[in-house]
DNA sequence: GCCAACGTTGGC
DNA sequence: GCCAACGTTGGC
């Protein structure tokens, strides 16, 4: 079993949106890093679900892996902003999974927070400088410091 | 809104 | 294959 974080941008899908709806197609990741670490998921594993570009950035929730790697339909489709024209569905470039909603946390655990406790983390690809990855590792022991700030 | 970081595109 | 231009991410 592996651990990830997802990011989020509240004001496009935040962690009370998954709630609403319960499961969601984790669709529009167009980055072949983030894609690659998407490819590794499987079904049951944990997800720090992350909210980006907001006040206070930082880990909101818990979710899980609830589907297996399919195409993300979003790159076949012209009228999405996702399409991409040089996907072929024979050979689709684009993968996904489905999230699913496990629990908000009862607070915020920040960016600030997480920042604070770099020494205990190790490397973090959420802590690297210049750090863009909208879907990346956590490991077991990162996972569970990190819970334990809640 | 600014801007650093960095991935992608496209001309050569 | 190089690299400048451009677009996007995301913290502040």
Known sequence: MNHW???????EFSIDALKKVGREPW???RNYQARNFMKAMKV??????????CAVPGVVGIAEVVSDLYPDPTQFKPKSDY???????????WWLVDVGFKRKLKR???LEQLKAESDAL????LLNR???LSVL???????KHILSLE
């Open 83 to 93: 399409y991409d024209p040089a996907s072929k569905p024979e050979e689709p470039r």
């Open 130 to 132: 210049g750090n863009r």
């Open 137 to 143: 590792p956590v490991t077991a022991a990162q996972y």
């Open 27 to 29: 669709s529009g990741v």
């Open 122 to 125: 190790g490397e973090f690809a």
């Open 108 to 110: 915020v655990i920040t």
């Open 44 to 53: 049951g594993d944990p997800i720090l679900f992350y909210h980006s570009s």
């Open 5 to 11: 974080l997802m990011k989020s941008e509240p004001d």
